[in-house]
């Protein structure tokens, strides 16, 4: 179903920088901003990141997104044990008419 | 504050039809886009649709035969009505608040408020 793929899994020591890729096609992330969301087990997803880089009011600017061409990433600097989580990039997809999600990627802090 | 707020049956029967209801308190509804998301266990996202406050909907292409999403103002509530429902609908339901905005040909979308959400069991 997801038509963005993300690697299932990432890993970092406390402190250390872990990047999160995003790739998609030319109808979703190629034309369109891509969103981050951080889903922390067994809570509702919360929006981590919009149009690209922008953290909403109270995100951590340890957190960074970014996009080029059909690929975006999400940047997490400083890796904390609260950043355990799966997190999930969407864009809108032109061809579908619809919003897609990724298909997630699992954080985890060694 | 916006807050949203789930409910309805937790277990509905294969073949009938799913009804879910999200209330919106701390704003009024006659504004956004208001969106449902699903969650199937130990799965990924899943975007379902969306309604305008103004009253058009856009449903996600694989379930659009099968979706209605609803608005009643008066009582700041929108709805979701999912039918013919197989175990594959088995999930956690989300809403959300979304908003779009277009610059030229570009689309962002995206929801910054989520209810905690509602397990939905598709059992006999």
């Known amino acids: 179903q997801s038509v963005l793929t993300q690697p299932p899994s990432a890993s970092g020591t406390p402190g250390q920088r872990v990047t999160i890729s995003c790739s998609g096609s030319?109808?979703?992330?190629?034309?369109?901003?891509v969103n981050w969301y951080q889903q922390l087990p067994g809570t509702a997803p919360k929006l981590l990141m919009y149009r690209n880089n922008q953290r909403p009011s109270g995100v951590p600017d340890r957190f960074s997104g970014s996009k080029s061409g059909t690929s975006a990433s999400l940047a997490i600097s400083g890796l904390q044990s609260e950043d355990e989580a799966d997190y999930y990039c969407a864009a809108w997809d032109d061809s579908l008419n619809g919003y897609v999600f990724g298909t997630g990627t699992k954080v985890t802090v060694l | 504050q916006v807050q949203l707020q789930e409910s309805g049956p937790g277990l509905v029967k294969p073949s009938e039809t799913l009804s879910l209801t999200c209330t919106v308190s701390?704003?009024?509804?006659?504004?956004?886009?208001w969106s449902w998301i699903r969650q199937p266990p130990g799965k990924g996202l899943e975007w379902i649709g969306y309604?305008?406050?103004?009253?058009?909907?856009n449903y996600n292409p694989s379930l659009k035969s099968r979706v209605t999403i609803s608005l009643d103002t008066s009582k700041n509530q929108f709805s979701l009505k999912l039918s013919s429902v197989t175990a594959a609908d088995t999930a956690v339901y989300y809403c959300?608040?979304?908003?779009?905005?277009?610059?030229?040909?570009?689309?962002?979308?995206?929801?910054?408020?989520w209810g905690k959400g509602t397990t939905v069991t598709v059992s006999s």
């Open positions: 309604i305008y406050y103004s009253g058009s909907t």
């Open positions: 030319s109808s979703n992330i190629g034309s369109n901003t």
């Open positions: 701390g704003g009024s509804i006659s504004s956004y886009y």
């Open positions: 959300a608040k979304a908003g779009i905005t277009i610059f030229g040909v570009v689309t962002s979308y995206y929801m910054d408020v």
